[in-house]
């Protein structure tokens, strides 16, 4: 009951089905950076794609152009891989 009064908060929760977190466990998780507000960056990429796509290919599916960008980034960046 005591989350659903924080409805349209953002925050971070910490649970521990096993008993208290340790201050170790509360030290790494303080650490970590979360991003409550505004879209994730995967987010973000798919938005532009989008618009890039209704601008320049209205009449292709989206999802196809989608998928082919998607690959072409992956590739680009798994060929600066080093073997």
Request: net charge negative.
């Amino acid at each position: 009951m005591e989350i659903d009064t924080l409805l349209n908060d953002s925050g971070v929760l910490y649970f521990k089905s096993s008993g208290n977190l340790t201050k170790e466990e509360i030290k790494a998780l303080e650490s970590v950076k979360i991003e409550v507000e505004g879209k994730t960056k995967s987010e973000r990429l798919r938005n532009v794609l989008f618009i890039y796509h209704k601008q320049n290919f209205s009449e292709d599916r989206f999802d196809d152009f989608y998928s082919n960008e998607m690959e072409k980034i992956i590739q680009h960046y798994k060929d600066k891989l080093e073997n």
